[in-house]
């Protein structure tokens, strides 16, 4: 017996989905790239500047409460695969996801006054698996109804645009405003409550959109399975499609973690940049991605998703590097590459998380099975993985380079083989990830001809 599910009423992917629903469904994404980003640009930084934590120590904070997430993720989309309720299959976690995240955001960054190191690293280590879980709850069965509302497979390149353009938004929020609103908050470990408390509500509101802008969408009903979860697992593990884009997506995730937990760093002790010089940052880089979405998708329907993803990725690497020589009083070249970061990594992120619906259609051709939560769950453990693992390859890098943490949010003054560190977290080590990425990549041969002629090809 096949694992599906059926539609009451006309399925949505029948028709062009409006306006209206993907801007109140893709809002989510707002609070999802706050989710996403700010924690794994500050969470490290934070630890060490503010809790005086040391890098190592800080950077399994991290990580530790990913290794759950890793194991959680692929249940939680087998979970909302199989839930029947009166609002479908997906949005009664859109609701908890929501409601759970704003509420653990501001935690989060309201630590209490422990006496010892010890103290505070269980306590991060704890919230931050809250945190995490919570946005799980969220964020796979959100993934895994975007891919069901995509109609065809240019248009879930659509699809994945509108989420692209609110992601847009979250950065701008989550990176250009958080050193002004700890700023605003009077610095310190105040000042960053103060930012938790602020994008917790952001992230509430903007997060529990898709539940409300989904409620007039046919509800999904979920039909029982006789196929043993055990077995639903080791058969989606063979599609090779599949694996092969979540390999080097995981290898993204990793640069891309390493890019964001280096920045403050980059700021603090190499930069030397201003509050405002970070918003501009994160507002040029904004600006370059609302410009970019419809260039690349444009050129990923023109010559396909992969060669685009490769062409962005090339690009993104050569504007990490350029960050190697960055000095102090050099505001005008830090926007210039805030400018490529935005242009390229839309392109590469875009394209990527279009191929995932690709490589569900393939499963679902082949197998005859529908598992968008299983593999949705595992894309969102890969971002989630890849996201601990930069800030641990960060804390590690600088802990060996003698990198001295601090308290009160007051920067030290560091040896020189600490700053090389830095650099190395920030520029060296992502490019040698995201290169890799490429490599592993040439073996990914679906496409737009290869879906059709499997559609042909089953039909009866």
Not at 59 to 73: Q, T
Not at 258 to 283: E, R
């Amino acid at each position: 017996m096949t694992d599906h599910a059926h539609v009451d009423g006309a399925a949505p992917t029948s028709s062009k989905l409006s306006i209206s629903f993907q801007l109140g469904f893709g809002a989510g994404q707002i609070g999802g790239s706050i989710l996403a980003n700010t924690p794994a640009l500050i969470l490290l930084f934070f630890m060490t500047e503010v809790l005086a934590i040391p890098p190592a120590l800080a950077g399994l904070a991290v990580f530790i409460p990913k290794v759950w997430i890793i194991v959680f993720d692929p249940l939680m989309g087998r979970i909302s695969d199989h839930t029947n309720s009166r609002w479908g299959r997906r949005r009664p976690y859109l609701l908890a996801g929501a409601l759970g995240c704003g509420a653990g955001f501001y935690f989060l960054f309201d630590v209490p006054a422990f006496d010892t190191v010890t103290a505070r690293f269980i306590y991060m280590t704890v919230m931050f698996t809250l945190v995490s879980t919570a946005f799980s709850i969220f964020s796979v069965p959100y993934l895994a109804k975007a891919g069901e509302l995509a109609p065809d497979y240019k248009g879930r390149t659509t699809v994945m645009a509108y989420r692209m353009a609110f992601q847009s938004i979250g950065i701008l929020i989550g990176i250009g405003l958080v050193q002004y609103l700890v700023q605003w908050g009077g610095g310190g470990l105040a000042g960053y409550t103060f930012m938790g408390a602020v994008l917790s509500v952001v992230c509430m509101v903007t997060m529990l959109s898709p539940f409300f802008a989904s409620r007039n969408v046919p509800t999904e009903t979920a039909v029982a399975t006789r196929i043993p979860f055990r077995e639903q697992m080791r058969t989606a593990l063979d599609n090779k499609p599949y694996l092969i884009i979540a390999a080097a997506v995981l290898l993204y995730w990793v640069a891309a973690s390493c890019v964001y937990a280096g920045l403050p760093y980059m700021f603090t002790y190499i930069v030397m940049g201003s509050p405002s010089l970070f918003f501009d940052l994160a507002f040029y880089m904004t600006i370059a991605a609302f410009v970019a979405i419809p260039g690349w998708t444009w050129l990923a329907g023109r010559i396909g998703k992969k060669p685009t993803y490769y062409i962005s990725t090339l690009a993104y690497c050569l504007t990490v590097l350029s960050w190697i020589p960055a000095a102090p009083n050099e505001d005008f070249l830090v926007i210039i590459r805030g400018i490529f970061v935005g242009l390229t990594n839309t392109g590469l992120l875009m394209t990527a998380v279009a191929m995932l619906p690709d490589t569900i259609e393939y499963d679902r051709i082949k197998t005859g099975l529908r598992r968008e939560g299983i593999f949705s769950g595992f894309w969102m453990a890969i971002e989630k993985c890849g996201n601990a693992l930069g800030a641990l390859v960060v804390g590690l890098v600088l802990s060996l380079m003698g990198f001295v943490e601090s308290a009160g949010g007051a920067p030290v003054e560091q040896i020189d083989t600490a700053i090389i560190g830095i650099l190395i977290a920030f520029s060296g080590v992502p490019v040698l990830l995201m290169l890799l990425g490429l490599v592993i990549l040439k073996a990914y041969h679906l496409d737009e001809e290869s879906l059709r002629a499997m559609k042909n090809t089953a039909k009866p």
